[in-house]
Every structure is written in structure tokens, then in C-alpha cells.
């Protein structure tokens, strides 16, 4: 019996005992095909050599070093590296160990800017409903995840909350995309004068939403008036890319491709690509210098902030992915898995909606695809296909449960960025039968 408290308390797990490129290894033999990324971690696949040497030469030289005393080359590398791949305006890194921190960082390095600046009044937090943003109590508060946070609702600090963009479900038919758009950027802004015009700290959004909705893109414009209301109240604009980001959707950063620029951006999963816990937060120059101006000090702070090895494996990860060719495949795959996910379940009775951008792709089950009335949550349909498709050799990350009074039954699929075709058509025939 495990002595791991695991996340779900249940069957016993098999145990991996290794990984080389897209394929996981389990301690008997069995070999699954890595189809989500564990949960959209593993980026440019498992066992990179390249990886591991840069991590093995920093541990040789140093493991360790606190930042209230040191630097390292390897941090400062990482972040230069995230700062030129970076939107303009994103011109500093704070390094943390995962996603949760990177948010928790983020919503403190948005108060704290107002304090510096002068606006301590500002204290609101505003995000969107069907989201989620981590299990930490600042980041599970901002999350708009109704049935995660139930039972700690009675220790949250309050935030506030929008609808989220889910134009498959929510945009009405005689409604143009550009309408939908800005009726959500209005209910925003009145989200915003409702709690005072000059109270509201920050917004923070996914620009592609994964793990409650699985893969949902905003729509065309939705960004750019959100933006506009953001800085028509003075608004910090917080994109959290921890799932979405990092070559995930066929670019560097998920918001390249809705070409607007934010305040403060956290990323996490595919920075590291499992090789070690890291994350960051890039923000722009203006709160860097908010800070430098005002105390000189970022009051916040983890024991292992920039740790070198993390730093070193990251570093590495992303010089991988921003070589020539990878972002392109990500894309192409991306492509073959959603067109091939059509022909085999386009006509499905229970699969409701396929999409998603590059290789982080999310199908919808319904109970019925006109109405698009969910699946009954008792049923656990999303457990049951994740247990089907592991027994056929294929690793996929289920989603479901009440989520905001919406009950969802999704599949993402979310491969390493280094996939071929071959492998392409084998997680499209895996899940399909799964199905
Ligand atoms: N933000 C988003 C958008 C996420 O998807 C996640 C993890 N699923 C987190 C934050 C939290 O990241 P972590 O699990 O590394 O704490």
C-alpha cells in the first residue's frame, strides 16, 4: 500500500519509471504515449539530453544559493532569455517553483505597485467565473471555480468575478463575435465602476483557457477591449499563462497571438517541461520602476526564488523551443490532432465541440449535441475515458465536476512539442476508442 497521500484517494497507481521523448515507461513495461503533457507540463519531451547536461553542470558547480545574497548566471540568463522573447513592455522576470506561486506573486506585485504609487485605496481583484488560477488561498480565491473553492470558501480572501469568453457556449446566435466581445468587455467595466472606478487593482484571464474549460481561445477583439477597459480605469492587466504559455499554442507567450500587451504575465508548467519545479512572472517597466522608485523592495519572497538548477533546466527548455521549426510544429500537429480528431469524432453523439490552438487541444462531451446539454456529472464520463485511455497505452487529462453551476465533461490534449504525425495519429485513434 502507498504511504502517498495522492490527490485522489483511490486505486493504486502504476509507476513510471521512465520517459524518453513522448513516451512514458511504467515498472511493467507498459508503454503509454505522453498525449497531455502530464497536465500540459512536459513541453519539449521527456529526457532531453541537452536538459539534463545543463542541469547536471549546474549542480556540479553550484545546487543552491540564496537570492537575498546571490545571482546566478543561469537566472539571469533564464530571465534575459524570457525578456527578449517577450512581448515589448515585459522587461522583468521574478522567478518562483510553480504555478500557484506565480499567481500569489503576481496579485502581491499588483497591490504592492498601487502602494507605491500612491493608490493604496486600490483592492480588488476581479477574474472570471469557470476559471482557475491554482490551489493556493490567494490563487484559489481568484479562481471562479465555484466547486473548488466551496469548502474553503469560509478562509478566502474575496475576489470577484466575470464571465469568462466560451463563445461555443455563451455567444448568443444573433450575435456577431464583435458584439459578444464587447458585451463581456461592458459587463466588465461595470464590474469595475460597480466596485468603485479607482478600487479595482487588477484582471486576471487566461488567454486560453484550460483546465476547467479545456483549451478555450477568446474571441477576436475580446482582448483588445478588455485591454481598453483596463486602461480607461487604471486597471493592471494580469494574463496568466502558466497552461497556456510557453509554447503551448504555437507561439512563445499564448497572447502573442491577440496581439495585445499586459501588465504582468505568469507562466509555469512548460517553462520547466517537467524537469524541474519553476516559475515566473514577467511584468512591465513600469512597476519595476514603481518598486525601484518607491520602497526598493518587493515585499514578498520564497526560500527557493531563482534556484540555479531550476533556473539552469528552464533556461535550457526554452532555448530548445525557440529554436527555428519547433513553434511551427507545434502548430502543424496541432492542426493534424484537431482535423483528425473531427474525422474520427466529428459525428460522435457525445462529443459536443473540438478546438483549442497549437498542440493544447479540448474536447467538450455533451449529453446531447443540439442542446449541448453536459453529460450527467455522476457518470464521470471524463475519469472513465481517462482510465480507458490509459489502459490503451495513452496519457490524456480529464476535467469535469460542477464548475460554476456549469457541469463539464472535457478531455485536453496537450502533447510534447517535438510529436511527429505518426504519433499524432496514434493519440487521435487511442482517444477515439477511448471515446
Ligand atoms: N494557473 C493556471 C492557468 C493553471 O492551469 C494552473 C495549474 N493547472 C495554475 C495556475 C497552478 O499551477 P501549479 O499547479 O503549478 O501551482
Redesign the pocket.
Known sequence: MTRILHRSIGPELPRAVSGQGVYITDAQGRRYIDGSGG?AVTSIGHGDAEVLDAMRRQMDAIAYAHTSFFTTEAAESLADRLVDLAPQGLDHVYLVS??????EAALKMARQYFVEIGQPQRRHIIARRQS????TIG?LATGGNAWRRAQFQPILPQTHHVSPCYAWRDQRPDETAQDYAARLAQELEDKIVELGSDQVIAFVA?PVV??TLGAVPAVADYFERIRAVCDRYGVLLIL?E???GMGRTGTIFAHEQDGIVADIV?V??GLGGGYQPI?AVLLSGRIYEAFRDGSGLFQHGHTYIGHPVAAAAADKVVEIMARPGLMENVRAMGQRLRDGLADELGRHPNVGDIRGRGLFCGIELVADRDSKEPLDPALRTHARIKREAMARGLISYPMGGTIDGVRGDHILLAPPYIIQPDEIDLIVQRISDAI
Open positions: 497536465a510553480g504555478g500557484s506561486e506565480a499567481v482557475y488560477h491554482g490551489n490563487a487566461e484550460g483546465a496568466d502558466v497552461m497556456c505568469t509555469a508548467k516559475g
